[in-house]
């Protein structure tokens, strides 16, 4: 079995920063991707952040030049750095990890979703 377990949500006013943390633990055996989500309030889950295998990053381009995503190769943990921080930024904020345990197929592991809350 793999699970994620998130922390570092929480409520934080306009223009401030918070960090999430999402470490990999269990059976897993290889990663190929590390990845963000977030999902607001009547609408559809978003892709924020992508880190893949050799440091490779991509951002949705609402988050670029604010987020910043890394990983701890050692720690199976993805990291979301984000730093001024917008009302619209509110969502559950979801960790992904594609990857995969000895002889298995690879599989889209999920956190269970940290709140983060933007406002004053």
């Known amino acids: 079995q793999v699970q994620l377990v998130e922390s570092g949500g929480g409520l934080v006013r306009p223009g401030g920063s918070l960090r999430l943390s999402c470490a990999a633990s269990g059976s897993i055996h290889s990663i190929k991707a590390m990845n963000w989500y977030r999902q607001a309030p009547g609408k559809q889950r978003e892709m924020v952040a992508t880190i893949i295998s050799g440091g490779v990053t991509d951002y949705a381009d609402s988050v670029k030049g604010r987020f910043t995503i890394s990983r701890d190769n050692a720690k199976n943990t993805v990291y979301l750095q984000m730093n001024s921080l917008k009302p619209e930024d509110t969502a559950v904020y979801y960790c992904?990890?594609?990857?995969?345990?000895?002889?298995?197929?690879?599989?889209?592991?999920w956190g269970q979703g940290t709140q983060v809350t933007v406002s004053s």
């Open positions: 992904n990890v594609r990857g995969r345990m000895i002889m298995s197929p690879w599989t889209d592991y």
